[in-house]
Protein backbone atom coordinates (compact mmCIF):
# COMPACT_ATOMS: atom_id res chain seq x y z
CA UNK A 1 0.00 0.00 0.00
CA UNK A 2 1.36 3.23 -1.25
CA UNK A 3 1.21 6.12 1.46
CA UNK A 4 2.39 9.82 1.56
CA UNK A 5 1.75 11.58 4.57
CA UNK A 6 2.39 15.63 4.77
CA UNK A 7 3.06 17.29 7.90
CA UNK A 8 4.47 20.64 9.45
CA UNK A 9 1.38 22.68 8.49
CA UNK A 10 -0.20 25.18 10.75
CA UNK A 11 -0.51 29.19 11.82
CA UNK A 12 2.04 31.47 10.98
CA UNK A 13 2.39 34.95 11.06
CA UNK A 14 3.29 36.86 7.69
CA UNK A 15 7.28 37.09 7.64
CA UNK A 16 7.13 33.29 9.62
CA UNK A 17 8.46 30.57 8.26
CA UNK A 18 7.24 26.41 8.45
CA UNK A 19 9.21 23.34 7.21
CA UNK A 20 6.52 20.93 5.33
CA UNK A 21 7.65 17.25 5.34
CA UNK A 22 5.98 14.33 2.87
CA UNK A 23 6.89 11.08 4.17
CA UNK A 24 6.78 8.25 1.55
CA UNK A 25 6.19 4.18 2.33
CA UNK A 26 5.12 1.61 -0.34
CA UNK A 27 7.17 2.83 -3.04
CA UNK A 28 10.99 2.95 -4.06
CA UNK A 29 10.93 6.57 -3.09
CA UNK A 30 14.90 7.33 -4.62
CA UNK A 31 13.06 6.36 -8.26
CA UNK A 32 10.46 9.63 -8.06
CA UNK A 33 10.29 12.63 -9.21
CA UNK A 34 8.79 14.82 -6.10
CA UNK A 35 6.42 17.96 -6.20
CA UNK A 36 5.03 20.39 -4.00
CA UNK A 37 1.79 21.34 -5.23
CA UNK A 38 -0.79 23.74 -3.30
CA UNK A 39 -4.38 24.86 -3.40
CA UNK A 40 -5.82 27.96 -2.37
CA UNK A 41 -9.79 27.85 -1.67
CA UNK A 42 -11.40 28.94 -5.33
CA UNK A 43 -8.63 28.50 -6.87
CA UNK A 44 -6.72 26.01 -9.00
CA UNK A 45 -4.08 23.89 -7.56
CA UNK A 46 -0.70 25.48 -8.43
CA UNK A 47 3.02 23.87 -8.70
CA UNK A 48 4.84 25.05 -6.00
CA UNK A 49 8.21 22.99 -6.60
CA UNK A 50 9.74 19.84 -8.07
CA UNK A 51 12.96 17.90 -7.27
CA UNK A 52 14.28 15.10 -9.04
CA UNK A 53 15.45 11.94 -8.02
CA UNK A 54 18.55 12.29 -7.32
CA UNK A 55 18.00 15.96 -6.00
CA UNK A 56 19.95 17.35 -8.42
CA UNK A 57 17.75 19.81 -10.80
CA UNK A 58 15.17 21.53 -8.34
CA UNK A 59 12.01 24.54 -10.05
CA UNK A 60 10.21 26.57 -8.61
CA UNK A 61 7.54 28.65 -8.99
CA UNK A 62 8.51 32.31 -9.31
CA UNK A 63 5.49 32.90 -6.42
CA UNK A 64 7.92 31.31 -4.37
CA UNK A 65 11.28 31.65 -6.02
CA UNK A 66 14.06 33.37 -3.15
CA UNK A 67 11.64 32.16 -0.32
CA UNK A 68 10.78 28.19 -0.33
CA UNK A 69 13.65 25.61 -0.91
CA UNK A 70 12.69 21.65 -1.74
CA UNK A 71 15.29 19.47 -0.28
CA UNK A 72 14.68 15.20 0.00
CA UNK A 73 16.43 12.57 1.68
CA UNK A 74 16.27 9.68 0.11
CA UNK A 75 17.35 7.58 3.23
CA UNK A 76 14.60 8.22 5.01
CA UNK A 77 11.68 8.33 2.31
CA UNK A 78 11.04 12.22 2.80
CA UNK A 79 11.10 15.28 1.01
CA UNK A 80 11.30 18.86 2.09
CA UNK A 81 9.68 22.45 1.62
CA UNK A 82 10.93 25.27 3.66
CA UNK A 83 9.08 28.29 3.38
CA UNK A 84 10.57 31.14 4.86
CA UNK A 85 9.42 35.16 4.52
CA UNK A 86 5.18 33.49 4.45
CA UNK A 87 2.92 36.01 2.56
CA UNK A 88 -1.08 36.06 3.11
CA UNK A 89 -0.99 34.97 -0.43
CA UNK A 90 0.43 31.92 0.44
CA UNK A 91 -2.55 30.52 2.54
CA UNK A 92 -3.79 26.77 0.80
CA UNK A 93 -3.40 23.34 1.44
CA UNK A 94 0.03 21.71 0.10
CA UNK A 95 0.44 18.67 -0.95
CA UNK A 96 3.19 16.13 -1.81
CA UNK A 97 3.30 14.28 -5.64
CA UNK A 98 5.62 11.48 -6.46
CA UNK A 99 5.81 10.34 -9.80
CA UNK A 100 7.63 8.09 -12.02
CA UNK A 101 6.92 7.17 -15.43
CA UNK A 102 2.74 6.10 -15.47
CA UNK A 103 2.96 5.61 -11.35
CA UNK A 104 1.79 8.96 -9.42
CA UNK A 105 0.61 9.29 -6.27
CA UNK A 106 -0.47 12.21 -3.72
CA UNK A 107 -0.77 12.73 -0.46
CA UNK A 108 -3.43 13.69 1.35
CA UNK A 109 -2.30 17.35 1.76
CA UNK A 110 -1.77 19.78 4.70
CA UNK A 111 -3.12 23.12 5.67
CA UNK A 112 -0.63 26.85 5.83
CA UNK A 113 -2.21 29.50 6.68
CA UNK A 114 -0.83 32.84 7.10
CA UNK A 115 -2.42 35.27 9.15
CA UNK A 116 -2.00 38.12 11.85
Known amino acids: QVQLVESGGGLVQPGGSLRLSCVAS????????MFWYRQAPGKERELVATITSDGNSLNYANSVKGRFTISRDNAKNAVYLQMNSLKPEDTAVYYCDARWFTREYWGQGTQVTVSS
Open 26 to 33: GITFSRYV
